[in-house]
């Protein structure tokens, strides 16, 4: 499903005219766009410049946040775990794919990286202890341990990512990209296999430092923990039907994580007296206390983006230009320098005529919004599919199409239809098959976590 990858070339820059500009705090080291230099660049942006006085006063503030790109030269040192299903599953073209991207995994490796390997299946075995890959003879030692991994037996994804864990510790190391990568095409079924489980054995590792990337292969996976264990550990998550696409997932990822720019990242959102923050849309983990919130990420990495939408009501009755939201970026630089904290707030106007607060709708959040509310959708539609409630999860589709259709005029362009499209085709896929088919299910799921985390 084609989300909204498109919109960003259609609609790069463009914002409408009489809408006001995101407001710079006094001291603030980085303004929109100002090309600074900085590690993290910060952007805070209301949805639109005028808030309709009659209505909700709702205004929904963008803040984010954007990496600087790392040259491979000066990418940083790894610490990395593979962890591998090698339950009876996975027999075939798995297997052999599996130790082809844990090749290609070590050969993205620097000489002085830390690598180890841990194969499971009712048990776990520890294959490769924590060791520097070394030069070529050394490389090719490793690749003959890696070429040993045979299938059979159960799936014991808990143990297999408490034992990665347990190798990573051994050189666990602030200045390092401390990592573990999960492949697995099977459910758990040994040891705790909840999805809580695995979600708490996740926050437990971030809180540590670490973060666990999880591959889903193929159609028999438990989506669910694999996203959450991700997520939890604030790491990545892959979705992969075809066996072939492995190696180049490795690959991916570890070129993605090796660029560290930022560390201890900590966004704080304030509101003013008479302003309510009343969620971050689509992270009901983000606590708001009403007038202010605190987002802290582990690390970010060279290229990274991330966008979080903040949702504030304007309870008093002024009419008067406000800054409704204010908000500071902090951060420790790979170097180990904590660089002056970025500051800026967002500044709205009223208005009594509702077309002039439509017009003033800021298209590019405008985007990120509607990306946010169908991501919601899907995810509640994919809750009631699983109650055994089709009919219900097909009228939230069917309602947020119809939510979508409904926005202002500056919002409605081509990729907002082709969203609708799908969703009223997922509606109606619904209605007649009465359940969400395994593979429509996962990339349902996969594609509402790319959307999240802004990762297509």
Known sequence: MK????????LAGALVGGAQEAQVAPGSS???????????????TPERGLVYSAGSREVVVEIDVEAGRVEAAHRGPMNLALVLDRSG??????????????CVALDQLADDDYLSLVVFDHRTE??????????????????????RIRPGGSTAIYAGVSLGAEQVRAHLDKEFVNRIILMSDGIANVGPSRTSDLAALGRDLRREGLGVTTIGLGDDYNE??????????????????????????FSEELGAVRSVVAREIRIRIRTPEGVRLKEIIGRPEIECGGDSAEIALPEFFGGERRRFLARCVVENGVDAPI?????????????GARPEPQRQRARVGFTGAKDKSDESVRFE??????IAQNCLAKELAV???????PAEAAKVLRGQATANAAAPAPAQIPALDVENRELNRSADALEKDKSLEGATRKRMQYENWQDKYQKR
């Open 126 to 147: 520890l294959l490769i202890p924590p060791v520097r890959v070394g030069g070529a003879e050394h490389r090719e030692a490793l690749k003959s341990r890696i070429d």
């Open 89 to 102: 599953s996975m027999q075939g073209p798995k297997i052999e794919k599996a130790r082809q991207a844990a």
């Open 383 to 389: 809750k009631l599919a699983d109650e055994g409630r």
């Open 323 to 335: 800054d409704v939201a204010s908000v500071e970026l902090g951060y420790e630089a790979s170097g």
């Open 30 to 44: 980085c303004a929109p766009g100002s090309g600074s230099g900085a590690d993290l660049t910060l952007r805070v």
């Open 224 to 249: 669910d923990l694999m996203t959450a264990l991700a997520e939890a550990s604030d790491a990545n998550y892959y979705y992969v039907r075809d066996a072939e696409k492995l190696p180049g997932i």
């Open 365 to 370: 959040v405008a985007r990120d919004v509607s």
């Open 3 to 10: 989300t909204f990858s498109i919109i960003v070339l259609l």
